[in-house]
Each structure stands twice: as C-alpha cells, then as structure tokens.
C-alpha cells in the first residue's frame, strides 16, 4: 500500500478543486491510501478579502515572515509518506504566507524530509519565482521534489486583473459586469488537469520518479511564457525594496505603514496599467538578441532542478 498526502492553503477552495482533480486516478486505486490536510491557522484571513487586510498582508508575504499554525499535531502529520502533494497559491510573487510559515515549520521538516513531493500552484499568472522559493525551502530539509503542475488564469493579464481583484473583495467566483471571464483557473482546466494523474500514480507504483516532470510536462503541466519571466524576475527587486520600506514602518494598523501601503497600491496601479506594457514593448524588440538565453531559461523553470548558489 503506497501513502500518499495532499497538503494544501485554500481560501476560495479553488486549489482544493484542483488538487482532488489531478488525485482522481490516486482516489480510485485500491493500492493507494490517500490523506488531504488543509493548513490551518492560529487566526484566519478572512475570505472575501477587505482592501486594508490584502494590502496589509505584502510585505510580511514577500520578505517570507511566518505566523501561527494551528492543528499541526494533526495524526496525519505523523505519518510516513511514499509521496507528498504539495498546493500552493501565490501572493505577492510569492508562496502564500500560511504556506511560507509551513513550510518553515518544524512539522514540514519532518514530514517532508527525503519525500519525493510534486508541487501544484493555481494563481493568476506569474509563479515562477514563487516555485523558486519553494524550492529552496524543500531542499533545506532534503525534500525531494519530483514534479510541477501550474495551473493559471489564462485571460490576458489587464482582464485578469479586474476580473481576480473582483473575485478577491466580493468572495464570488462570477462574470463580472456579465461581460467579463470568470475569474482564476477555469472549470474546464481543473476538470481536464486529471490527466495528471496517470503518470503521477505510474511513477509511484514503480517507486521511480526520475522521469516524472517530462511526463507532466509532455501533458502541459507547465507553459512559460517568457515574458512573464522577465517581468516576475524584475518585480521581484522592486517589491524587495518596497516591502522592507514599509516594514520598517512599524506595525500593522501604525499610521506611517497604512501611509506607504496606500502608496504602494499607487505603485501597482501604475506597473500594471502603464509600466508593464512598456516592458512588454522592449522585450519584443530584444528578444531576437536574448534568444538563446530565453530558451535556457524555459528549460530551466520548467524543471524540476534548482540552481546552485
């Protein structure tokens, strides 16, 4: 009997969805035990979001803070596991702070220590340095990470904006005006990402994940567009600096921090709606000279490998 757990933080419970998708053939098979546990907290975020707590939550997100965790003497967190599926959002170009502060717990360390995990991500559209912090988490404690799926929302990115920030501080998953997409990873994705099933309960019957994250991909398990790269990449430095910035500021509900948080909410409107297009704009006109670059770099996130230091 092979054991196999999914861990998982979902407000909407659209990760959950997902989650209990790709794990169908799992589910079904009489040789396999399946265990779900959902992260819990010492004090939830409220879900629809309010506009003060989204923004509020930045820079302890970004700079990788923890918080208190709640039900981590669960018996399921005792176990042994042949494999460990681990879904995540991400906030702020980063892993989700209840992820972060699990995966920085003491718990993790032991649950996950030399453990083939594979990584299941639904957000909006940039993941890629998110995975790559997640990667290094794993790795301080000898986790073994055999596989990524990233599910994302596939509308272009300014429709997607409005129509996620909806989704966000109304907690309804709806057409919004009625002309616009629904929101997040589409129903159509979820039902369809199954298909990963197969090869994941394959590689855990032969006990051999070698081959596991070209299966998945071979199945577009991962798209990289490169672009987002660059962009995720650079944003990244930039919130480095506006995150310390604002935590310098003192605590959350003090004058001075709401003051640069309401600024920084100025700074996103303006990257989104007039910076980002203008990135857009010189990538293209690069991108012939930064060809062969670009495509080692798609490779490279679309493994499973993670670069030495």
Not at 60 to 78: G, H, R, W
Not at 122 to 149: D, F, P, T
Not at 158 to 183: A, D, M
Request: hydrophobic share 45%; charged share 25%; with cysteine.
């Amino acid at each position: 009997m092979k054991k196999v757990l999914v861990i998982y933080y979902s407000q909407s419970g659209q990760l959950l969805d997902i989650a209990k998708s790709i794990t169908q053939d799992l589910e079904r098979d009489n040789e396999i035990a399946l265990d779900f546990y959902k992260i819990k907290l010492k004090k939830e975020f409220d879900f629809p979001w309010n506009r003060k707590d989204f923004f509020n939550v930045f820079p302890e997100t970004f700079l990788q803070k923890t918080i208190a965790l709640n039900d981590v003497d669960n018996p399921i967190l005792q176990k042994k596991y042949d494999l460990i599926i681990f879904a995540y959002q991400v906030w702020y170009l980063t892993p989700s702070l209840p992820i972060t502060s699990f995966l920085k717990s003491n718990i993790a360390k032991k649950v996950m220590n030399n453990t083939p995990i594979i990584t299941v991500i639904g957000c909006r559209n940039m993941w890629i340095m998110a995975q790559e912090k997640v990667k290094k988490m794993l790795s301080n404690y000898g986790a073994n990470l055999v596989g990524n799926i990233a599910l994302v929302d596939k509308n272009i990115n300014h429709i997607s904006v409005i129509t996620i920030v909806q989704w966000l501080f109304t907690g309804v998953k709806k057409r919004y005006l009625g002309i616009f997409p629904k929101p997040g990873v589409s129903n159509q994705d979820i039902k369809e990402s199954k298909r990963f099933g197969k090869p994941i309960l394959n590689a855990l019957k032969k006990g051999d994940f070698s081959s596991l994250q070209s299966k998945l991909i071979e199945k577009k398990a991962v798209k990289i567009k490169p672009f987002l790269i660059t962009v995720d990449s650079r944003a990244n430095v930039l919130f480095k600096k506006w995150a310390n910035l604002i935590i310098k500021k003192g605590a959350k509900n003090n004058s001075k921090r709401q003051f640069w948080i309401k600024i920084f909410n100025f700074y996103l409107i303006i990257a989104i709606w007039i910076i980002s297009p203008i990135v857009f704009v010189v990538y293209l006109l690069t991108y012939p000279f930064l060809f062969k670059r670009i495509k080692k770099d798609v490779k490279y996130y679309s493994s499973v490998k993670i670069k030495k230091a």
